[in-house]
């Protein structure tokens, strides 16, 4: 079931920072930036929840990690988030 969930200023210029390469979570950045709508909205499809957790819980922590959470983290979709 899709979820949509509206970013605030932090969590959208956390989301708009430059980044370098083209591997698989500097596509997964891209396709959310492209997804962006009117008044910062998000509408996040089960398959891209997914995709987001399994960079957030797989790739070991770092800077990719902590992007996630300063986006994505007050709004209850990364699994396994410390509190």
Not at 6 to 16: G, I, P, R, V
Not at 26 to 50: A, F, P
Not at 63 to 80: A, V, Y
């Amino acid at each position: 079931m899709p979820r949509t969930i509206t970013l605030n200023e932090d969590e959208l210029q956390t989301l708009n920072e430059p980044f370098e390469g083209q591997g698989g979570f500097q596509g997964l950045l891209n396709e959310l930036i492209e997804n962006v709508g009117d008044n910062e909205t998000l509408i996040l499809s089960d398959e891209m929840i997914e995709r987001i957790n399994r960079y957030y819980r797989q790739y070991g922590t770092g800077g990719f990690q902590s992007r996630l959470e300063r986006i994505f983290g007050n709004h209850g979709i990364l699994e396994g988030q410390e509190e």
